[in-house]
C-alpha cells in the first residue's frame, strides 16, 4: 500500500486548497480512507474519514462545513476540499488508508497546509 498526498501549500484566511491522495497496490474504495492533521507541538488528530462499507463520512468538529472527504474510485484518489480555511488549519495533512485482511494501516508521508496573511 502507498499514498502519495499533493496539494497543499500556502493559502490566505478564507481561501481554498484541494489535497489528493492517490493510492496503489490497494484497492482504495474497500479501504476506511481517512485525512488526519498535525501542527506544531499537537498531536495528530482526524480530520475526515469515508467508510468504505457504509460510505458514511464523519469529520472533527472543527472543519464541519468547511471541510469535504470524496473519492474517485477510478483514480483510487481521495480528496480532502477545504474552504473558507483559517489560520488554525495550519498544519501537516497526512492520507490513511485502513483495511485488507490482515487488516494494515498505512500513512502517506504529509503535505503542509499553511492558512496566513
Known amino acids: 500500500v502507498q499514498l502519495v498526498e499533493s496539494g497543499g501549500g500556502l493559502v490566505q484566511p478564507g481561501g481554498s486548497l484541494r489535497l489528493s491522495c492517490a493510492g496503489s497496490?490497494?484497492?482504495?474504495?474497500?479501504?476506511?480512507m481517512s485525512w488526519y492533521r498535525q501542527a506544531p507541538g499537537k498531536e495528530r488528530e482526524l480530520v475526515a474519514a469515508f467508510s468504505s462499507a457504509s460510505g458514511i463520512t464523519n469529520y472533527a468538529d472543527s472543519v464541519k462545513g468547511r471541510f469535504t472527504i470524496s473519492r474517485d474510485n477510478a483514480k483510487n484518489t481521495v480528496y480532502l476540499q477545504m474552504n473558507s480555511l483559517k489560520p488554525e488549519d495550519t498544519a501537516v495533512y497526512y492520507c490513511?488508508?485502513?483495511?485488507?485482511?490482515?487488516?494494515?494501516?498505512?500513512w502517506g508521508q504529509g503535505t503542509q497546509v499553511t492558512v496566513s496573511s
Open positions: 490513511n488508508a485502513y483495511g485488507g485482511w490482515p487488516p494494515q494501516e498505512s
Open positions: 497496490g490497494f484497492t482504495s474504495s474497500r479501504y476506511r
